[in-house]
């Protein structure tokens, strides 16, 4: 009977903190992309044109291939 008693509460207990877990790693996740968005093909050309060079559609898609294999 103590068994079940504390397979209960440890149940009880586990998927409200997961529930509030997942929120929380929500609400993190979309605070850091809003703060660091990810990399874009504007963001590609606008670094490449500071650098002093102008970029094709191709070096940029090249680019963001690249970028998107090393995720």
Not at 13 to 18: A, C, E
Request: aromatic fraction near 8%; avoid cysteine; charge should be positive.
């Amino acid at each position: 009977m103590n068994i079940w008693h504390d397979i209960l509460m440890i149940t009880i207990g586990l998927i409200p903190g997961l529930a509030i877990g997942f929120f929380l790693a929500k609400m993190f996740m979309e605070n850091y992309l809003k703060k660091n968005p990810p990399i874009n093909e504007q963001m590609i050309t606008a670094l490449m044109t500071s650098m002093g060079r102008k970029p094709n559609s191709k070096q940029v898609k090249q680019i963001m291939q690249q970028m998107n294999r090393q995720k």
